[in-house]
């Protein structure tokens, strides 16, 4: 175990006190929440997961933002946006140029978070500790061009805190000191650690049905507490597809969110590359690159299949 820490990047880099002190201000106040546990105030933190989880991070952030795999009104993009400031993952400038940065150079010199440089690292050291990254780092901006023309996303990711601090205020006005608990502080570190578990887990446990040449991985039980986040490989092999979960045992709440705006006509151009055959992988980080068979977005009415 003492090899194992040895090893980790998180202990060879100063410490971000900024971040670090948030952090652990918001565990110390998730464990505070156990005792003032009420159902109501435990549905309001699972309401506010979704929010801030799905629409906000995966639909958002992720799947909209990062990899625009279908296309929105303003109103509704700039909407998912806010809702990902809920996650305490910083703005969109910041989250998309980390993620683009890291399938630029996944496992390799210049990714954020591999587990490469240990598990720590990957899971949560990259942000505690090390040169602090955020929106005006000069290393992120080329990463997002399409985002630092916009004047919305430039704003909000000044401001990202400023949604979250809002629900809080709400919250500790109509329900009391047990919904801020729960609704901000339990939901806030839970949703944390399942989003750092895409970085972490799934670069170090579970299968491969693609030959990536990284370590991505697929991983259901990551995809239930990430709303389809954790079909990682899969991901990894096809980046700008909206629907990360290929076979229909393949839990995705994020595409059935996708769907169903598309359904409302509030989604179109979603980009569904081919697949090639499924298979699993069967070497682990093979080097050999992942050639989709077509990139050619699947028509509307053929979502279902």
């Known amino acids: 175990m003492t090899n194992i820490f040895k090893?980790?990047?998180?202990?060879t880099r100063p410490v971000n006190w900024i971040t670090s002190?948030?952090?652990?201000?918001?565990?110390?106040?998730?464990?505070?929440?156990?005792?003032?546990f009420g159902w109501k105030p435990l549905l309001v933190a699972v309401f506010l997961w979704w929010v801030a989880g799905s629409l906000g991070i995966g639909m958002g952030y992720h799947r909209l933002l990062t990899h625009r795999g279908y296309k929105t009104p303003k109103w509704v993009e700039y909407f998912l946006t806010t809702c990902g400031t809920l996650a305490l993952e910083g703005g969109p400038i910041f989250w998309v140029a980390t993620h683009r940065m890291h399938h630029q150079n996944t496992d390799k010199e210049g990714d954020p978070h591999s587990p490469q440089d240990g598990g720590l690292w990957a899971h949560m050291g990259w942000i505690?500790?090390?040169?602090?990254?955020?929106?005006?780092?000069?290393?992120?901006?080329?990463?997002?061009?399409?985002?630092?023309?916009?004047?919305?996303?430039?704003?909000?990711s000044e401001w990202h805190w400023v949604p979250l601090t809002t629900v809080?205020?709400?919250?500790?006005?109509?329900g009391g000191w047990p919904y801020v608990m729960w609704g901000i502080f339990v939901r806030t570190v839970f949703g944390l650690h399942s989003t750092w578990l895409v970085n972490s887990a799934t670069h170090m446990w579970g299968s491969q049905r693609f030959l990536t040449g990284d370590t991505s991985t697929n991983s259901f039980w990551v995809a239930i507490l990430t709303f389809g986040e954790g079909w990682h490989n899969n991901h990894h092999a096809l980046p700008q597809s909206a629907r990360h979960g290929f076979a229909w045992y393949e839990v995705d709440p994020n595409w059935y969110g996708i769907r169903t705006l598309c359904a409302l006509g509030l989604a179109w151009d979603i980009s569904l590359p081919k697949l090639p055959k499924f298979g699993n992988a069967k070497e682990t980080n093979t080097a050999l690159p992942f050639h989709p068979v077509g990139n050619e977005p699947v028509a509307q009415e053929a979502l279902g299949d």
Do not use: C
């Not at 955020?134 to 919305?152: A, I, Q």
């Open 7 to 11: 090893r980790d990047k998180t202990f």
């Open 21 to 36: 002190s948030f952090m652990v201000a918001f565990h110390i106040g998730a464990v505070a929440a156990l005792f003032m």
């Open 128 to 156: 505690l500790t090390g040169k602090a990254m955020h929106n005006k780092l000069d290393s992120l901006l080329p990463y997002v061009p399409d985002l630092r023309k916009d004047k919305f996303h430039s704003w909000i």
């Open 168 to 174: 809080g205020v709400l919250l500790l006005v109509v």
